[in-house]
């Protein structure tokens, strides 16, 4: 009879995230992995190829838990109220994941599958959508996981040196997204769209 497996694959997954976590990406190696679910290295390669292989797959679950939160969070269909639930689901995990969070936009750490990917894109391309219309759609989408997550990564790094209140701050920008973006959807008399000249 076989002997009984000691640790699972979800197991050492969550023990690397756990690490990075606590100590950062760079105390993420396969001995304290290792340790931190109770077997020799040579078990643990069983379950896992790789250090790098290990990141993508942490990579790939906070971007999928993510995924979920953000679209528990949307789905009022009005416009204004989905760029909140977004940007509020979105702020909201990466202050509970400060570790990992990065991992979603360092692809040399944590390259996701293309379908995970398309995932992750899909939510906050449908809030654009219903901002700035579905010709605008993705530049919207950049748009707004760029100023998310430039935001975020300032708060965790505690970059807002300025003073001043930093939630009113997000608030504002949330408002003026919102309205800039709306206004963006409807056609300006007299302007040419690029895509009309076949220019991208």
Do not use: C
Request: charged share 20%; aromatic share 6%.
């Amino acid at each position: 009879m076989p002997a009984k497996a000691r640790t699972s694959t979800e197991a050492v997954v969550a023990a690397g995230r756990a690490i990075i976590e606590r100590d950062g990406l760079a105390a993420l190696t396969m001995l304290a992995v290792a340790e931190a679910v109770g077997v020799k290295g040579a078990s643990l390669y069983k379950r896992v190829p790789s250090r790098a292989a290990l990141v993508t797959m942490i990579a790939e679950q906070v971007t999928l838990e993510l995924v979920d939160e953000v679209e528990s969070a949307i789905g009022s269909g009005d416009p204004a109220h989905e760029l909140r639930a977004f940007a509020d689901a979105f702020r909201s995990f990466a202050h509970r994941n400060p570790g990992t969070y990065p991992l979603l936009f360092d692809p040399d750490q944590g390259a996701v599958s293309p379908e995970v990917r398309e995932r992750s894109a899909a939510a906050v391309r449908r809030v654009a959508a219903a901002l700035a219309g579905p010709e605008h759609e993705l530049s919207a989408a950049r748009l707004l996981t760029a100023w998310a997550h430039g935001f975020v990564s300032m708060e965790l790094a505690s970059a807002f040196q300025l003073g001043g209140d930093v939630d009113q701050a997000w608030e504002f920008a949330l408002d003026r997204l919102a309205a800039a973006l709306v206004v963006t959807a409807r056609p300006v008399a007299g302007r040419v769209s690029r895509t009309r000249t076949g220019r991208t």
